[in-house]
């Protein structure tokens, strides 16, 4: 049965650091791809990040170049988020999926397949 949980959201200050966590189960990160997705309340999802999982290659939204970091441990199957620097605009739940690798217009991890429950960001003082 295949299995994303997401942890390490919470409140934290502007300019400040959290790390998000992927666990998956069910499969081994060598055979998809996976994203982290963030939805604000009343916007629409976007991608944030994305790993392929045939090289490891990352790739970004651009307003979280150079702020955000993803990464992935293939012995624990987890996925890591890096996230400094935070903005408030950074607040929302973000999402791991999981998926055959495709992109389209420059956005990569579109249809993923599988998704966890989503762990909340708020970046308030």
């Known amino acids: 049965q295949v299995q994303l949980v997401e942890s390490g959201g919470g409140l934290v200050q502007p300019g400040g650091s959290l790390r998000l966590s992927c666990a998956v189960s069910?499969?081994?990160?060598?055979?998809?791809?996976i994203g982290w997705f963030r939805q604000a309340p009343g916007k629409e999802r976007e991608g944030v990040s994305c790993?392929?999982?045939?090289?490891?290659?990352?790739f970004y939204a651009d307003s979280v170049k150079g702020r955000f970091t993803i990464s992935r441990d293939n012995a624990e199957n987890t996925v890591y988020l890096q996230m400094n620097s935070l903005k408030s605009e950074d607040s929302a739940v973000y999402y791991c999926?999981?998926?055959?690798?495709?992109?389209?217009?420059?956005?990569?991890?579109?249809?993923?397949?599988?998704w966890g429950e989503g762990s909340p960001v708020t970046v308030s003082s």
């Open positions: 069910g499969f081994t990160l060598d055979l998809w791809a």
């Open positions: 790993i392929r999982n045939s090289d490891g290659r990352t």
């Open positions: 999926a999981a998926g055959a690798f495709k992109y389209y217009n420059s956005i990569y991890c579109v249809g993923m397949k599988y």
